[in-house]
């Protein structure tokens, strides 16, 4: 009913400047527009309301994984644009019927029930994302530790290999001891680098972060010499 009332009161504009149009032709008209406008903005609420399952079964994936986060956040990103352009929808249709036009209330409670949806998607967001964020910072905290593993079993590996060194060549062991070395200090370079990024990405935790550095540092260090 809104629609057709905002049509109508153009059509009775029409009238005024060019008289009288034939009643088919004032029906015919307000009904494609009504028509078209209506379908604009069920397809406009069918949109955001595809985009908001799209982005609650994203949230329902097993995993905060870094997979995962770019489909929540391409899925939010979706639901956000279509509800910014329904609601620019009704806006142009608010300002073209005005406020007393009958039909204002049922538009104003579909956009409210819409606003709910949308609200709740949010909040479901920031849980996801604050959840993803906590796993993700242990997971990198986790693999910058690992590093002093890795160093620690190839400094074995080559204490184990240096016993065999009666039996190389002179020249296979310049190479093995140059390639050793060479590898640890780009582990040592390699930890420092991603040190600084965590410690700018975590600077609640630099400390912690910091400590490991060193130690992996050192071990490579340690190692070469």
Not at 60 to 71: I, Q, S
Not at 105 to 119: F, H, P, Q, T, W
């Amino acid at each position: 009913q809104l629609v057709a009332d905002v049509y109508l009161r153009e059509l009775l504009t029409l009238q005024q400047r060019a008289g009288s149009l034939p009643g088919s032709t004032e029906t015919a008209v307000a009904t494609r527009a009504s028509g078209d406008f209506m379908g604009e903005l069920g397809e406009g609420v069918e949109a955001l309301r595809k985009a908001i399952d799209e982005a609650q079964s994203a949230m329902g994936l097993r995993g905060h994984t870094v997979e995962n986060e770019a489909k929540v956040r391409r899925a939010s990103e979706t639901t956000n644009r279509r509800w910014n352009r329904l609601t620019e929808l009704i806006a142009r249709l608010k300002e073209a019927a005005g406020l007393d036009v009958r039909g204002q209330a049922d538009l104003d409670k579909r956009i409210e029930v819409m606003s709910g949806e949308i609200a709740l998607t949010r909040e479901s967001r920031d849980k996801w994302m604050s959840r993803y964020t906590a796993g993700e910072r242990t997971r990198r905290l986790a693999s910058h530790l690992a590093r002093l593993g890795r160093v620690e079993r190839m400094s074995r590996m080559h204490l184990d290999e240096a016993e065999n060194v009666g039996r190389a060549l002179p020249e296979d062991m310049i190479r093995e001891g140059t390639d050793f070395a060479n590898e640890l200090s780009a582990q040592r370079s390699s930890c420092r680098d991603e040190g600084a990024r965590l410690m700018a990405a975590y600077p609640e935790d630099a400390s912690r972060i910091d400590d490991i550095t060193n130690r992996v540092a050192e071990a490579c260090s340690v190692a070469i010499m």
